[in-house]
């Protein structure tokens, strides 16, 4: 996952703006939805924020407040530090967070979580806790038939193949997982919650 990922740097934001290889894809709603998940993350009250596995800092651009973005990928965040000017970026792994415990008031993730198998969840949830009082989550939603965890062939610019796990949440289900909490966003394509 950490090799893909930092493959797939200069072209991850190709996905949220339908460029590249997802030029032809049909996402009724995509740009609309987008610009309303981001509508609700600038409305988040200002606090001190990690953005873990911030990636190119699509997201982390507004996310109010002190902003530290973290990706294990330095490509990832040579790409964020220009997108995301106002915050701060470390270089590090997602399950061992180099803080102090309550180094800040807020966890933020995006398609992270969604990366992670069961057995990684809980450990990753441990260390958000330890360095902070909320977690916003945001992930992909359920289509269709589609298994909820399964394994995804993806394929880069390059030609080169990955195989990449990904699980799908409704807003139920992360609730189940990381306890009570508030629905910050819930669309056709994402869902975002806060606990």
Known sequence: MKAYYH??????????LGRGLFADRARPGWDDELATLAAALRNLPAARTLDIACGTGFLTRHL??????????HAMLELAR???PRAGFVRSDA????FAPRSFE???TSFFYCH????????????VRRVAGEVVIVGSRPRGTEPRARWEERVLADGSRWSVYKRVFEK????????PGRLVHEG???VAVSA
């Open 7 to 16: 493959a797939r740097a200069g072209e991850y934001d190709d996905w949220w």
């Open 64 to 73: 109010p407040g002190e902003v530290t973005g973290l990706d294990q990928s």
């Open 82 to 84: 220009r997108q995301a």
């Open 95 to 98: 399950l061992e967070l180099p």
């Open 106 to 108: 807020r966890v933020f």
């Open 116 to 127: 992670l198998v069961e057995t990684e969840r809980p450990r990753f949830l441990a260390e």
């Open 172 to 179: 139920d289900e992360l609730f189940a997982e990381l306890g």
């Open 188 to 190: 056709r394509w994402f």
